[in-house]
């Protein structure tokens, strides 16, 4: 069963086109939770970290959330340059200090 | 700034070559990680490194060989690899990896290699 879970695997929007992107996580104990952008063939970019439940943070037409179960990355009249990757990594009260990746969700935003 | 460097970028090694990757960070962290990513995957952590010393092997083949010389590099030593062993390496660091901290790891562009 996976620990972390990010949804939909793939996204096409307009641009302008305002849209969410989900991670969930079943871990318990969360030390914090980590958003991060991959451009193809290039190391992930980090955007956000989160803490705790009700914290929310912000950085250009991003702005990231989490509740208890789980995190919204939400992305306010994208751009086709915001298309890429974008990962959800959790950290954990067992995980002795490595991040547990999801899978991801590939944004296309057209023209 | 938040840069993690990581040289060759590209790398084509046949079976019996023997090389090394070399990652270097000036933040001043004291945690380092290598990572591997196939395509359309998310990174598989392979070896972290705290205070210098080996504090994480995620059961990695013994054909990959870290080490950390000081802490501001890290290298991974390649020997006999084998063709499903090409992917991206990536190379991260954060500010500590103690069980009561919740660092940011920031990393770096990766190494692509190819194993012919």
């Known amino acids: 069963e996976d620990q972390v879970t990010q949804s939909p695997e793939a996204l096409r929007l307009q641009e302008g086109e305002s849209s969410s992107l989900n991670c969930s996580y079943t871990v318990s104990g969360l030390r914090g939770l980590f958003w991060y952008r991959q451009d193809p063939g290039k190391g992930p970019e980090f955007l956000f970290t989160?803490?705790?439940a009700g914290e929310e943070k912000e950085k250009e037409r991003l702005k990231a959330t989490l509740t208890k179960k789980e995190s919204f990355l939400h992305i306010t009249a994208p751009k086709p340059e915001d298309s890429a990757t974008y990962l959800c990594?959790?950290?954990?009260?067992?995980?002795?200090?490595?991040?547990?990746f999801g899978k991801g969700t590939k944004l296309s935003v057209k023209p | 700034d938040t840069e993690v460097t990581q040289t060759p970028k590209h790398l084509v090694m046949g079976m019996t070559n023997k090389k090394s990757l070399k990652c270097e960070q000036h933040?001043?962290?004291?945690?380092m990680y290598w990572y591997k990513q196939k395509a359309k995957k998310p990174p598989e952590l392979m070896f972290v490194y705290s205070y210098e010393k080996l504090s994480i092997n995620e059961s990695v083949p013994s054909r990959f060989s870290p080490e950390c010389p000081n802490s501001s590099l890290l290298n991974l030593h390649l020997h006999a690899l084998q063709p499903e062993d090409s992917a991206l390496y990536l190379c991260?660091?954060?500010?500590?990896?103690?069980?009561?901290?919740?660092?940011?790891?920031?990393f770096g562009p990766g190494t692509r290699l190819t194993v012919t």
């Open positions: 933040m001043g962290h004291r945690a």
């Open positions: 989160l803490y705790s």
């Open positions: 990594a959790v950290l954990w009260g067992g995980s002795q200090g490595n991040l547990i």
């Open positions: 991260a660091s954060s500010q500590d990896q103690s069980s009561g901290n919740s660092y940011e790891q920031y």
